[in-house]
């Protein structure tokens, strides 16, 4: 884990020479170790929310179905009462010789006997259908009874439900408030996956600010309070004053101190976890829908990361910025979830100018310049009345998450700043046993997959994927008819797939299946691999278009 290298001058400057850090009874502390200690219990706590979260869901649709039963109980029985009282009001108000026909008999007439007797028999028929009409009342309020019992059982367990989130989220925030900030300095580094180029450097560079500021807290003894304690900018904790924009206003949910002589910001304890914990997956692979923990899209990385520090977010970029506590721009601070694009866009803001997301444009989470704002949401500040303004149009033509326009035509499959053959398995998504991919490549093929599966109930059969330098070089040597040059593969890309089961060979039922269906799921054929073409491969498929 070579990023936690990162951390230790930092944490060097906190100690007298010679010295390591200590316990309560004198023993050293192993700082790298507490730290991952506290990862695994915020990890931990994550979990049964997420687990707590999604039992709440279940019960409160639960309740809704107990409630919508219980409305129809209510009109049926409303209904069946209505239409008893309609009959009965008719029955008693009609004419005695309507109500009681055999009243009119008369011996002395006998030709009208018969006309008496229909007109009783017809009575009785009205007498019967109203008794039926009153036990039908009587089960429509036995139905009732059962449904607003079953809704209060329902309401009951959904009650107890979001308790039970509750206490879980608080459990993380607690866990967050405890978060020591030169433990957190270890939190932020412990991240193993890597970028390429530029994009490492930016990465190290925030990670090594970031590790400074806590740095700072650490060494001037101060730690960061709860967001509950900085939200009255006239009640701030002993030490801490309110924070002033340029406009010499409070700035909400933050404070600032003095360590040694120079004053500096203080954040919420949850947003020093949320923070660590954002930068601590610093180079893991974006995926559309990804919500953690192994791949992200950008609302879910952000979630994922708040989540971490005790607050639960909607996993939707879109979501979170209309129900966050909206902040002008003027005030960034460090945690603020930033939106661009009209809202497609979000990440968190880490100071000078530079933001953390899950990025479609590089398919990882990395640290980029804040390009682009279009708001900013204060995790820790209390959520709106109503849902914020939507966000005005992104201007750039990019979709989620900062997918980057759809080009005409063939495109560069490069991505991520790594040379052909050597990206990091920690950047790529697996597939299959040993098969990995670019990971929107990958979700393409599980869905392909799926759709494989289902039509011949047999799982895709895949002998190749991802292909590292060395393997193309193997490649080569062993069948160089066949192999691209080493480098210059597309297996090199994470974006090529070489499959067999039938789809390896021209005219078969799965060949002309997999021509009919995989464009659906992104994969083309190139047409020097089609039938006639260059160099004819029946098996080998790409995600998109490539150059």
């Known amino acids: 884990m070579a990023a936690l290298g990162l951390v230790l001058p930092v944490l060097a400057g906190l100690l007298a020479p010679g010295t390591q850090p200590t316990g309560s009874a004198g023993e050293p502390v192993d700082g790298p170790g507490l730290a991952l200690a506290a990862q695994s219990r915020l990890q931990e706590g994550a979990a049964r929310y997420r687990q707590a979260a999604q039992e709440l869901g279940e019960r409160q649709d639960d309740l809704q179905r107990a409630a919508e039963a219980e409305q129809t109980a209510r009109e049926r029985l409303a209904a069946a009462r209505v239409t008893v009282g309609a009959r009965a009001a008719d029955r008693y108000t009609a004419a005695p010789s309507l109500a009681h026909p055999l009243t009119g008999l008369d011996l002395s007439d006998p030709a009208a006997t018969a006309d008496v007797l229909w007109a009783q028999a017809l009575a009785d028929r009205g007498a019967a259908e109203l008794q039926r009409l009153a036990v039908r009342a009587e089960r429509a309020a036995t139905d009732l009874g059962t449904a607003r019992r079953r809704a209060a059982e329902a309401r009951a367990a959904a009650e107890l439900a979001a308790r039970t989130a ?190 953390v997301g899950a990025s479609a444009a590089t398919y990882q989470v990395g640290v980029r310049p804040l390009t682009g704002v279009a708001g900013a949401v204060r995790v820790t500040l209390a959520a709106p009345a109503a849902p914020n303004a939507a966000l005005p149009a992104g201007t750039a033509g990019r979709g989620p998450c900062g997918a980057p326009p759809a080009p005409v035509g063939p495109v560069s499959p490069a991505w991520g700043g790594w040379s052909n053959g050597e990206i990091p398995a920690s950047a790529l998504c697996p597939i299959a046993r040993g098969h990995a991919l670019r990971c929107d490549a990958a979700a393409g093929y599980a869905a392909l997959a799926e759709a494989f599966a289902a039509e011949f109930d047999r799982p895709l059969c895949i002998t190749d994927s991802y292909r590292s330098l060395e393997a193309q070089v193997t490649a080569a040597r062993v ?39 995989a464009g659906a799921f992104g994969f083309v054929q190139p047409g020097w691999a089609q039938p006639g073409g260059e160099k004819p491969e029946p098996w080998h498929w790409e995600f998109g278009h490539l150059a």
């Open 479 to 517: 069948k160089p008819r066949l192999a691209a040059a080493p480098g210059t593969s597309h297996h090199g890309w994470g974006l090529a797939v070489d499959l067999c089961g039938g789809i390896n060979v021209a005219g078969t039922v799965e060949s002309r299946w997999m021509a009919a269906s």
């Open 166 to 355: 509750g206490a879980a989220l608080e459990g993380v925030r607690a866990e967050a408030a405890g978060l020591a900030p030169d433990v957190a300095a270890q939190l932020a580094a412990l991240g193993t996956a890597t970028a390429a180029g530029e994009q490492q450097a930016r990465n190290a560079d925030a990670l090594r600010r970031w590790q400074e500021q806590l740095g700072l807290l650490a060494a001037a003894g101060i730690d960061p309070p709860p967001a509950a304690d900085l939200a009255d900018p006239a009640d701030l904790p002993s030490g801490l004053s309110p924070l002033l924009d340029a406009a010499g206003q409070p700035v909400p949910g933050v404070a600032v101190a003095v360590a040694g002589n120079r004053p500096v910001t203080v954040l919420p304890a949850e947003t020093v976890a949320a923070v660590s914990s954002a930068l601590a997956q610093l180079g893991e692979p974006y995926a559309p829908g990804g919500a953690g923990p192994d791949v992200h899209d950008c609302g879910g990385f952000t979630a994922g990361s708040w989540l971490l520090g005790g607050h639960a977010l909607p996993a939707a970029a879109a979501d979170q910025w209309s129900t966050g506590a909206a902040v002008p721009v003027a005030q960034l601070q460090v945690g603020d979830l930033v939106f661009a694009d009209g809202g497609l866009d979000v990440a968190l803001y880490l100071g000078d100018g530079q933001v």
